[in-house]
């Protein structure tokens, strides 16, 4: 069955210390991956895309995340976290209809 | 103001009432899209639209109804409300389907008590 996995359902980082979210998903073939941002009581704000090509992607706010399809994977990453980052992420993925992982909370101490 | 918007931003009614969601988008997006937001199961697809008067299930559309008279509103509709459609529901639009990013309303929270 098609999936979207993102393991870690609550993440804690220092801020300024580096961050990498999650993302495993499980379809035939290389769909189109997304990762999501939410911050509370908002929807869903596009941080970044992978279609094709280059298998590192940047994003907005400085996020970055690496598609390996040997491992199925499309990790978010961020070198320095500021507190403004705290949020919940969605890792989702394309392929005829947009499947969304459950989410990564992502706390961000000071 | 050009965007996406929902209404109301908040409802709470009752087990057995309809319920109308509203969705508007000024983009002349082909796609809308209605999900459900739940804690432990992210996004799950309601019922999407791929453009006026097309419509179709997505991953849970039972107790919902949907209409896309007119391209830029896709309103979403429990018609007979129950307990487990608490949730918060968001509405999302697209160039196109596939590949594109879609944006995404604010979000309606509805209890149904």
């Known amino acids: 069955a098609q999936s979207v996995t993102q393991p870690d359902i609550h993440i804690t980082v220092s801020e300024g210390a580096s961050l990498e979210l999650r993302c495993n998903y499980s379809?035939?073939?290389?769909?189109?991956l997304f990762w999501y941002v939410q911050s509370p009581g908002q929807g869903l704000q596009l941080l970044l895309k992978?279609?094709?090509?280059?298998?590192l992607v940047q994003g907005i706010k400085g996020f970055e995340a690496e598609f390996k399809r040997s491992q199925s994977s499309f990790n978010l990453r961020k070198p320095s976290v500021h507190w403004s980052d705290a949020a919940e992420y969605f890792c989702?993925?394309?392929?005829?209809?947009?499947?969304f992982g459950a989410g990564t909370r992502l706390t961000v101490k000071p | 103001d050009a965007g996406i918007t929902q209404s109301p931003r908040y409802k709470i009614t009752e087990t057995g009432r309809q319920v109308t969601l509203m969705c508007h988008q000024t983009?002349?997006?082909?796609?809308m899209f209605w999900y459900r937001q739940d804690l432990g199961h992210g996004l799950r697809l309601i019922y999407y639209?791929?453009?006026?008067?097309?419509?179709d299930k997505g991953e849970v559309p039972d107790g919902y109804v949907v209409s896309r008279s007119k391209t830029e509103n896709f309103p979403l509709t429990l018609e007979s409300a129950t307990r487990s459609q608490t949730s918060v529901y968001f509405c999302?639009?697209?160039?196109?389907?596939?590949?594109?990013?879609?944006?995404f309303g604010p979000g309606t929270r509805l209890t149904v008590l």
């Open positions: 999302a639009s697209s160039a196109s389907g596939s590949g594109n990013e879609q944006f």
């Open positions: 379809y035939g073939a290389t769909p189109y």
């Open positions: 992978y279609f094709s090509g280059d298998t």
């Open positions: 989702a993925v394309n392929n005829n209809d947009m499947r």
């Open positions: 983009w002349s997006h082909s796609y």
């Open positions: 639209s791929a453009a006026a008067d097309i419509t």
